[in-house]
């Protein structure tokens, strides 16, 4: 199972962490990973973590957050801007010392959790 929380409302260039406390993991090897779904658009992946510590990024996240695991899986968010509204969920899947953005292999989601950043 997986959760996702502490969204919230934040101001453009200011940052955020979101925390998923992934229990009950019934897997030796593991990813886990933060999608999010802005207003009107599909879903997509922001990063990723394995139980091996490899992680990726989506284009986008890419030298702006962080994912990293500390007891829980944190994704640091900085320099947030207006189009990373949206709502993230964490989710976890089997994994093989890798991990990636493809939501198809992530089979337990959270609830997830609403960030919005205003400009």
């Known amino acids: 199972a997986a959760a996702g929380v502490w969204g919230g409302l934040v101001q453009a260039g200011r940052s955020l962490m979101l925390s998923c406390a992934a229990n009950g993991i019934p897997f030796d090897d593991y990813k886990i990973a933060w999608f999010r779904r802005s207003p009107g658009k599909e879903r997509e992946g922001v990063a990723c973590?394995?139980?091996?510590g490899r992680t990726l990024y989506a284009d986008s996240a890419k030298g702006r957050f962080a994912i990293f695991s500390d007891g829980a899986v944190l994704l640091q968010m900085n320099s947030l801007k207006p189009e990373d509204t949206a709502v993230y969920y964490c989710?976890?899947?089997?994994?093989?010392?890798?991990?990636?953005?493809?939501?198809?292999?992530?089979?337990?989601w959270g609830k997830g959790t609403l960030v919005t950043v205003s400009s």
């Open positions: 973590i394995s139980s091996r």
């Open positions: 989710a976890t899947g089997a994994g093989d010392g890798s991990c990636n953005l493809r939501s198809s292999e992530y089979n337990s």
